[in-house]
Nanobody
């Protein structure tokens, strides 16, 4: 059984940039919904950037639209998320997660609900100071 390996994160001043990377440890040809969730202290976990490895437009939460970009690195079985113009409210623990949809009908979209995701990374802290 594979697992997710995260890298990136750290501390930065407001306006700065960071990059998160998440790789699935087992090479697979199965199409997956894969992305990032974050959980600020005392708040619920929320999906912020998610893509389907089979193609289509990624999902972005309104709070990160225009600032975060998620992309797929197929050679490395990984996703990369560039985070720009970071704000203090972006401070949170960030988790990579994935699930493999059984079916994918035309027009389908990846779930943004944490409960639908089967595999999770260990989390990486992002701290933005103002």
């Amino acid at each position: 059984q594979g697992k997710l390996v995260e890298s990136g994160g750290g501390s930065v001043q407001a306006g700065g940039s960071l990059k998160l990377s998440c790789a699935y440890s087992t090479v697979t040809t199965r199409r997956a919904c894969m992305g990032w969730f974050r959980q600020p202290p005392g708040k619920e976990r929320e999906g912020i950037a998610i893509l389907f490895t089979g193609g289509g437009d990624p999902f972005y939460d309104d709070s990160v639209k225009g600032r975060f970009t998620i992309s797929q690195d197929s050679d490395k079985n990984a996703i990369i998320t560039e985070m720009n113009s970071l704000k203090a409210e972006d401070t949170a623990m960030y988790y990579c997660a994935t699930y493999f949809p059984v079916t994918w009908p035309r027009g389908a979209r990846c779930s943004t609900q944490p409960s639908d995701y089967v595999y999770w990374g260990q989390g990486t802290q992002v701290t933005v100071s103002s």
